[in-house]
């Protein structure tokens, strides 16, 4: 293909993610020059689809510097990106089926002590009085007051929209052909353009693992898709967003009074579409209809599921590639990418810009998953 | 069920009973599954059992081919599953819902004949109580033997404006007024196609002479404004041209023509298309009726609109395909006469587009507080500016960012409106904003569903 329009920056990004998006808006803070290609739309797949959970709670401990940096940029959304996105700071309920989920929950609690998360768990007759509409299944639950939700549908594209508004030159439905090492930098076909750049981070979600392999890093990415739902309007019922220890389903209700709901997994029509499947879709709702009784009437409405890039220990891939100078990945969030979204974005400026992150990353190296005897010429 | 022949239609109007009716012929048993409690579908629908209208009275003119069909259904030995939802397709099998429990349909073979629903067009004032669609005026009528109030104007265009309206009037409600947006031009520049169906333009003129007969004005070139009243509809504003009238009364029936519904097709995975004469986005069938998925048919109203007549032979056209392609004998001639009969109400159906045309300025006139979609109450203004703000082209995005179309119905009742507000609004044909994806549930399914025992197949 011949291209129409040629393009020189600072920084390619792959990927109009939340995971790029903000890392663009960030680039542009620091008065780097970003060029951002999307081959669909910006925020429309995983970071735009998914749950909504804005949560620090049961992430890895080595996850929790970066969600605490997350954290702080959730609580300034809208100086950050222009609106509220329908963050609510409701706290997070993980709760407890049996004995052995509490001690999990207690345990969990003992390894993010000096983390900050400030959880509390409640069992009894505490946990009853304070939260009146869970059932009888639940006989306990460890609290995070500082977690929340979101919408992921306004808060994603809400970066790509921010990251523009600063001067980031955002090119949606613009699919990355071709990315190779030229020179000092990269050279990128995509669509009609042609862009030269001197970085070039890999933000390509669930596609991401084929950027990673065009540079020789072999990422055991897998695709998985999230099986969600969500009821008609419903009165007040649920305040906090509720997980689950050992997982099946988590819960929020939205503002307007939806309640929307995960758990299990979805179908995959093909690489870049995904369905709720049958049986997940009953094996939430009997999970919903057994731990939120003011649910069993409500009506459903809608399921659907998207394409997240899972990997096998469910840690990200962020952090510079080991092939590739000037290439840095952020890929790779396994289901659990948007509330550090922000701060990954930030970490992918600061390695762009100074070549380390403020935050520690090191559990997120690529270097993890080398291959004993791959290839690791770059492409 | 390895290797069983298991055809399931889906809809039991004309279109499925007829197709119904020649699997059976063919010495095949298919499964009939609709969500209403008896077979009929929406034109020939049926009233609830103790209600004792004589067909003549429930059908008028087409009494004869109501009674037929429902002759067939009633003596047709096949499963049929009556009040029962298909709310999605997977994996070569049907999810249903019965009396709130969950059953899982395998089928070998699909034949979907969904029918169609009311093409809204919202008007300022439509979510009074009081303001109904044109289709559900007429189901109020049929089925439960009430109309929607005493006094009763009906606007929009479209077959169903008169049709409605003069069986108000036979019913003795008072016919305030019939408003069609369609010009006296337009009737006229269609004549020559709808000369193609001389029978059922009679049919037309017919009832057009009875609700002038009944002193019923009946208005051409009529553009609604609002529909007028606080807690229900008092009245009707439109402008006929020249200038801004008023009219009293406690109902306003409206509708713009029909629009098929394709989302059980959508999660059969047919590939889809846009169809001007539609003006819609449909789902992919050959004259026979084969979609793009091997094994899934189309018929009737479900994939673009052409009356219960052409449904009839569609469907019984699809089931010929379907035995043509399992291999059995089907008489060819019988299915190049059925395709025949439907090219031809195909190019009559052109000349009623041309009679009741789409009204192109409708979203350009619509106000910025008109809500379009109701149950996650957007307005035009909204969607508007939700499209500059976001600089969004195309309509799932646009849904995902202001919510259009995401409640109760999923889109199918504010979808082609959302889509024209959308195009207009960025000066593009209405086709390039493409069209709201189908998602599980086609409708509404409760949390608490019970899964029934597995069929044995």
Known sequence: MTATERITTDVAIIGGGIAGAAAALALRRMGMAVLLLERGFCGAQASGVNYGGVRRQGRPPEQIPLAQRAHAIWQRLPETIGIDGEYIRSGHLKLARSEADLASLEAYQDRVRDLGLGLEIVAGNAFRARWPWLGDRAIAGSWCPGDGHANPRLVSPGFARAARKAGADIREQTAVQEAVRDGDGFRLLAGGLEVRSRLLLNCAGAWSGRFAAAFGETVPLVSAHPNMAVTEPLPRLMDVNVGVEGGGIYARQVERGNCVMGGGRGIALDEDRARPGRSAIAALLRQAAELFPALRGAQVIRFWSGVEGDTPDRNPVLGPSRTTPGLIHGFGFSGAGFQIGPAVGEVLAELARDGRSSTPIEAFDIGRFAAPAGDTTAA | ?457
Not at chain 2, 20 to 41: C, H, I
Not at chain 2, 398 to 425: D, P, S, T, Y
Request: aromatic share 4%; net charge positive; proline share 6%.
């Open chain 2, 1 to 457: 069920m390895s290797g069983e022949i298991r055809p399931v239609i889906v809809g039991a109007g004309p279109a499925g009973i007829r197709a119904a009716q020649a699997l059976v012929t063919a010495g095949l048993r298919p499964v009939l599954v609709d969500e209403a409690p008896k077979g009929g579908g929406q034109i020939y629908r049926r009233q609830p059992d103790g209600f004792t209208r004589d067909a003549k009275t429930l059908y008028g003119t087409e009494a004869a081919k109501a009674t037929a069909l429902h002759r067939t259904i009633d003596g047709l030995a096949i499963d049929h599953r009556p009040n029962t939802l298909v709310w999605n397709i997977e994996a070569g099998a049907l999810d249903l819902l019965r009396e709130g429990r969950a059953e899982r349909l395998p089928y070998s073979h699909l034949i979907l004949a969904t029918g169609a629903t009311d093409r809204i067009l919202p008007i300022p004032g439509w979510t009074l109580p009081g303001a109904y669609s044109l289709g559900a005026a007429q189901v109020a009528l049929k089925y439960q033997g009430c109309g929607i109030g005493r006094r009763v104007a009906f606007i929009g265009t479209g077959p169903l404006l008169p049709l409605v309206a003069s069986q108000y009037l036979k019913a003795g409600a008072e016919v305030v007024a019939v408003l069609d947006t369609a010009r006296t031009a337009d009737k006229l520049a269609a004549l020559p196609g709808l000369l193609r169906g001389p029978a059922t333009l009679a049919k037309g003129l017919r009832l057009l002479a009875a609700l002038k007969a009944g002193g019923v004005p009946v208005r051409h070139g009529a553009r609604p404004l609002r529909i007028l009243g606080t807690d229900r509809v008092e009245g009707l504003a439109w402008h006929d041209g020249d200038r801004e009238r008023r009219i009293d009364c406690d109902a306003v029936a409206f509708g713009y023509g029909l629009r098929s519904e394709t989302q059980l097709a959508d999660l059969a995975g047919c590939r889809f298309r846009f169809d001007p004469l539609n003006r819609a986005w449909l789902p992919e069938r050959d004259a026979a009726g084969r979609s793009s998925v091997a094994g899934v048919y189309l018929a009737g109203d479900g994939a673009g609109i052409a009356g219960a007549d052409a449904a009839e032979l569609a469907g019984e056209r699809a089931a010929l395909a379907l035995l043509e392609d399992l291999g059995r004998p089907v008489d060819r001639a019988c299915a190049a006469r059925l395709e025949a009969k439907l090219a031809a109400i195909g190019r009559f159906r052109r000349g009623l587009e041309r009679a009741f045309p789409f009204p192109t300025d409708w979203a350009a006139q619509a106000p910025d507080d008109l809500v379009v979609c109701r149950c996650e109450e957007v307005s035009a203004g909204t969607l508007r500016a939700t499209a500059t703000r976001w600089g969004t082209p195309e309509l799932n995005r646009l849904k995902a960012l202001c919510r259009v179309g995401m409640g109760r119905c999923q889109g199918r009742m504010c979808g082609a409106a959302a889509a024209e507000i959308l195009a207009a609004h960025r000066g593009v044909p209405v086709e390039a904003v493409g069209r709201l994806r189908g998602q599980a549930p086609v409708k509404p399914i409760p949390v608490a569903i019970e899964d029934a025992p597995e069929e044995a197949a």
